[in-house]
């Protein structure tokens, strides 16, 4: 990162002059609490004989301050705190170690800046005042408040740094550490004593095994950068802190004000990838899985914004859906393997996360949170991010039935605001897929924010089942082909016209109703007019289909007017394509693009119309065999009841 001319340099120097600070912190200090309560039991330090220590820490050089054979109400021992994290292994584990070394760094980079905010606002000069007892009392009111902002700078300075530091370390786990209390103003000392008691507190009870821990200093992290920051903002004189800029050269770290630093960071997937051969049948929702992937790779790391979304067709949301065992979890596979394989390419940060149901909790309030830190995650315009939601049926309920969890409720309302909100920005740099069986049991307004529609329906021709066969037998067998030449159906070019050609007339019973009736009395759907009435009885079938249909329906024509596969060339060298700059690759994408035709829009009408009919007959007929089930238990109750009268 370069450093711009309103950029001052935090020195190195004095950043590490601020070490021994740092680790006398923590070491141990004593601290009473004054607006948290207490939640766990401050760490027990037995003493021990010269030179023999539990586990390798940090040992303080300032007098006062080694560890004490007894503990104090409020004591905090964080290095201790830290080291019990994992049980009793008596061994400092690397994630340990680097978690303690990032809070040393985060507090001496927190402490030089508060110098740096004193020595610009005169703070530096009245704390020699006051010392050598010269303040003029007409300015102690000044001096408490430049204390004030000093601390308030130091204190988002530590979050800030420590949530930048600790960020490759991070893992999919999250915690939920509740609000931030213990946060003082009177001076910066303070203010870092009382930080490092409540993170005390937090790892002490949320903290179990190396993942949790970074998950509980990072969400501790970001929830003091928010509490700080809303303190701040009708605070006096904190202008000094806020309007400017410095850098860390060392860490790469920009220092802004309130303005949270960003470092990217991956996920690391642990699923069994797979490549686009090894997906058979699923001709539409393959290929658009994989114009997706490469489409993610267009993004613009510099302009934050994907040349596809300028240009039009990039797919925000999509949902998969087809019966049991069709492929949608291989379908993720091998687009979260073709997204990651071309980051490792270009050099990007690649974020993958599911939500699934494990995640809805029975606290109130919680899955909600839970929801909106998987949203944020992938929303993360740092990396390039999938996230997934897979039987989202399960997971978010439809508004209004008394089946679904409270839970279920707020996961429904997170996502609706998340994918077509007032506050949705689409940049570009990821996509959410989601995945159901039974798409009939989504919420209809939530489903319908879904852009683009993959019908996942697994093999469906006799050569589809021939190759999935032998794909799934593997090598070891020495059974003949026979007359079939072997994945030549899955060839896309040819399987997706095909596809694509067949939804020239709708495949549902109900919309060949409509089609059928528009077509006799309009005529061929060749004008704008007669395509806005088709989809105007169309709507008169199914009330469902409102405004927001029409908005899918075009984005998909849109993907539809930029089909054209960007070459392999420009995933496996950067420099034809994926590093060039922002412009440059919109002009490169609209010199590709074709014109939009009539026969796109219709089959598009029909892709989209064709799978709300189907949802709709699927919810009818699951309310229909319900309804009988119920009537003839009914019947059934009645009988045996009558019976047992007689006898």
């Known amino acids: 990162m370069s450093q711009t001319s309103d950029q001052m340099e935090l020195r190195e120097d004095d950043i590490r002059a601020h070490y021994g600070a740092a680790e006398a912190l923590l070491t141990g200090f004593d601290h009473a609490p004054r607006l948290a309560s207490a939640r766990v039991a401050a760490v027990d330090a037995p003493e021990r004989s010269p030179g023999i220590g539990r586990r390798p820490r940090f040992r303080s050089t300032t ?39 990032s809070l040393r760094r985060a507090l001496s980079i927190a402490l030089a800046l508060g110098d740096a905010v004193a020595g610009i606002t005169g ?28 601390a308030l700078s130091v204190l988002y300075t530590f979050g800030n740094a420590l949530a930048f530091l600790l960020a ?62 809303a303190r701040a903002k009708d605070a006096p004189r904190i202008g000094a802190f806020a309007t400017s800029t410095w850098r860390v050269e060392a860490d790469d770290l920009p220092i802004a004000g309130f303005t949270p630093a960003r470092k990217a960071r991956s996920s690391t997937l642990t699923m069994q990838f797979k490549k686009p051969e090894e997906v058979v049948g699923n ?16 993004y613009d790391f510099e302009r934050r914004l994907n040349p596809f979304v300028e240009a039009g067709g990039f797919i925000f949301t999509f949902m998969g859906d087809g019966a049991p065992g069709t492929g ?16 490792e390419v270009a050099g990007y940060p690649f974020r993958y996360q599911n939500f699934s149901i494990d995640q809805i909790d029975s606290y109130q309030g919680k899955s909600a949170q839970n929801a909106k830190a998987f949203i944020t995650n992938v929303l993360d315009p740092t990396v390039i991010g999938f996230g997934t939601i897979d039987d989202i049926d399960q997971i978010a309920g439809k508004r209004g039935d008394r089946q679904s969890s409270a839970g279920q409720q707020e996961v429904t309302a997170v996502f609706m605001e998340a994918f077509a909100g007032a506050n949705t920005v689409v940049r570009g740099n990821c996509t959410y897929g989601m995945f159901s069986n039974y798409p009939e049991n989504v919420d209809d307004a939530l489903r319908q924010r879904a852009g683009a529609r993959f019908l996942v329906d697994g093999p469906q021709t006799r050569e589809d089942y021939i190759d999935i066969l032998a794909l799934l037998l593997g090598k070891n067998h020495e059974i003949p082909l026979g007359n079939h030449k072997l994945y030549a159906a899955q060839e896309l070019k040819r399987a997706v016209a095909d596809s694509f050609e067949k939804h020239g007339r709708p495949q549902e019973d ?12 309009l005529g061929k759907l060749d004008t704008l007019a007669k395509l806005g009435a088709y989809l105007k009885r169309i709507q008169e079938a199914d009330p469902r289909f409102t405004g927001r249909a029409i908005k899918n329906i075009t984005d998909a024509v849109k993907v539809r007017a930029m089909d054209f596969e960007l070459p392999d060339d420009w995933m496996e060298d950067p420099t034809e394509f994926l590093h060039k700059p922002y412009e440059q690759k919109l002009a490169m994408l609209k010199a590709m693009a074709q014109p939009i035709t009539v026969e796109m829009v219709i089959q598009e009408i029909n892709r989209y119309a064709d799978s709300e009919f189907r949802y709709a007959d699927k919810s009818d007929e699951v309310a229909i065999s319900n309804a009988v089930r119920e009537m003839e238990r009914m019947d059934e109750a009645r009988r045996r009841y009558a019976a047992k009268l007689k006898g």
């Open 283 to 298: 001709h539409i929702a393959k290929y658009q899985a994989m114009k997706l992937a490469k489409m993610l790779m267009a």
């Open 510 to 521: 109900g919309l060949r109703k409509v089609w059928e009736r528009t077509e006799k009395d």
């Open 63 to 101: 007098p006062g301050l080694v560890t004490r054979s007894t503990v104090r109400p409020g004591s905090v021992r964080l290095i201790d705190r830290i080291a019990e994290s994992d049980g009793e292994d008596a061994l400092t584990s690397p994630v340990q170690a680097t978690v303690t070394r």
């Open 123 to 150: 703070l530096a000069e009245l704390k020699k005042e006051n010392l050598e007892g010269r303040l003029p009392p007409a300015r102690a009111a000044e001096f408490s408040e430049l204390l004030a902002a000093e």
């Open 328 to 343: 949608k979890t291989t379908l993720i596979q091998m687009m979260a393997g073709l997204i990651q394989g071309y980051c």
């Open 168 to 229: 490759p370390s991070a893992t999919q786990a999250t915690v939920e550490i509740g609000g931030v209390d213990e946060v003082l103003t009177d001076n910066a000392p303070l203010a870092l004593q009382g930080a490092l008691w409540e993170l005390d507190q937090d790892i002490g009870a949320l903290a179990e095994g190396d993942a949790r821990l970074v998950a509980v200093v990072l969400a501790y992290a970001e929830a003091l950068m928010e509490k700080v920051a």
